[in-house]
């Protein structure tokens, strides 16, 4: 029963921030883009747990090559988005843009794609402070891992590592 409530609660949260989203962006269109869709971004879709703590990551397409993520977590009843994203092409890569809760004083940091296969792609950004990579792998049709890169305290990197399971398509 527990299972089922949590389960209602994703879906509801996934929804409402669906319904929410402020997507303002404004991106080249898309007949100018003439880029194939990249397979991992459609593996994306869909709803994931952080295995490690309550947290999510809904991805959703917007359009025929944008799509969004929104990162939030469910505490009792109450829901909080921590983190959004948006994916778009352009000028032959593909740019993740992300804005961190708290972060940056609410500025969007851009990422651009540097590398790419069917089942992981990885955004890089040397100038950021930290992360300077993310990179999202899917492992299998219900699981996914990301992480992301940067410079640590001690001058080595640091990579902090996301492992998630899908809880909707």
Known sequence: MLIVIRLIIVIAAS???LSCSDNTKTIVPEEK??????????KLLGTW????????????QISDTTFTSVVFSINVMDTVRTEEAIIYPQH??????????????????????????????????????FPTDVHY???GPASM?????????TGKKDTIYFNYRRVKD
Not at 33 to 42: L, Y
Not at 49 to 60: D, I, L, R, V, Y
Not at 145 to 153: N, S
């Open 15 to 17: 929804l409402f921030f």
């Open 33 to 42: 883009q003439k880029q194939s869709i990249p397979d991992v971004f459609s």
């Open 49 to 60: 747990k952080n295995t490690n703590t309550n947290q999510f990551e809904h991805w959703s």
């Open 92 to 129: 032959g890569k593909w740019i993740f843009e992300n804005k961190v809760s708290n972060q940056n004083d609410g500025k969007s940091v851009q990422f651009i794609s540097s590398m790419l296969t069917d089942t992981a792609i990885q955004f890089t950004n040397p100038a950021h402070d």
């Open 137 to 139: 792998t899917i492992t």
């Open 145 to 153: 891992r990301a992480f992301i890169i940067g410079p640590g305290k």
